[in-house]
């Protein structure tokens, strides 16, 4: 991966995208991929912000990269999207996938885990009672900062891969974590389609950015400054739009209501 990062203009960004998708030129390809570098190092940052220290923020950064990669070549600006909302999904869920595939508690973190049961097992056994955090900081000479980054660490050795067999039977088909860990995640379908029609029904009548605001404030969850750097709009401009829309909503909603109980 190239260290370097070229800062392009939007009109030099508009003619290698025209490039790439007439002819697939790879260089226009690669000044565009150059051109969102930094959106895959923030992304990975915060996701890094996460994790022990011992992940390498780098590594996170390579897996983003080829993620956003693929978001170049697989972009379809005729969808109406802006390739900034399109591409960090996907730089997003490269980065997971690599940490899925790794096992990314190291060794060093596995020891420091050890060494803290080990000495909390002694202490409880001399005091008769689980020790404070003063009293184990005292036993592994250490400060309770570093303890407690020590405790946060070794939290990471509980992860388990839900690919290792949890019950062996005479069948061909072990039994396997994923098979009995129950999914908190997944969503009830009754759910989904009545978040479906609320969405629906609270952007109708917007505009192209107001629904937009609408859709990323509020079912991804991005920030006003992220919507404004996605929309090309100032943080204030995006949040002057957002409050304008909400009052709108309510006397839509409050027009609806008295027509209901008009009705009634």
């Known amino acids: 991966m190239p260290a370097r990062h070229t800062k392009t203009s939007a009109e030099e960004l508009t003619v290698h995208w025209r490039h790439f998708r007439a002819s697939g030129d790879e260089q226009a390809r690669n000044s565009i991929w150059e051109h969102y570098l930094p959106l895959v190092r923030y992304t990975a940052e915060r996701i890094h912000t996460k994790l022990p220290d011992e992940v390498d ?15 170049v070549n697989a972009f379809d600006p005729s969808r109406g999207v802006k390739f900034e909302t399109y591409c960090t999904p996907r730089i997003r869920g490269a980065i997971l996938d690599e940490l899925r595939s790794m096992d990314w508690v190291p060794r060093l973190v596995r020891s420091r885990a050890h060494k803290l049961r080990e000495a909390s097992q002694a202490l409880e056994a001399e005091l008769g009672r689980r020790p404070s955090d003063r009293e184990l900081a005292k036993l592994l000479r250490m400060s309770l900062g570093e303890l407690r980054k020590l405790q ?15 019950f062996e039977t005479d069948s061909n088909k072990d039994v396997r ?3 009995v860990l129950e999914d908190r995640k997944s969503e009830d379908p009754y759910y989904v389609a009545q978040r479906r029609d609320i969405k629906d029904l609270v952007t109708r009548g917007l505009s ?8 990323l404030y509020y079912f991804e969850e ?7 750097e996605t929309l090309d709009l100032s943080e204030s401009r995006v949040s002057q739009m957002h409050s304008a829309i909400l009052s709108r909503l309510r006397h839509q909603l409050e027009r609806r209501q008295r027509e209901l109980q008009a009705a009634v």
Do not use: C, F
């Open 177 to 179: 974590e994923i098979d």
């Open 152 to 166: 946060r660490d070794a939290h990471a050795v509980g992860l388990v891969s839900l690919s290792r067999k949890w």
């Open 222 to 228: 991005m920030t006003m400054r992220e919507i404004g």
């Open 208 to 215: 192209r950015a107001e629904r937009l605001i609408v859709l």
């Open 57 to 71: 923020v780098e590594d996170l950064v390579s897996a983003g990269a080829v993620g956003l990669l693929d978001a």
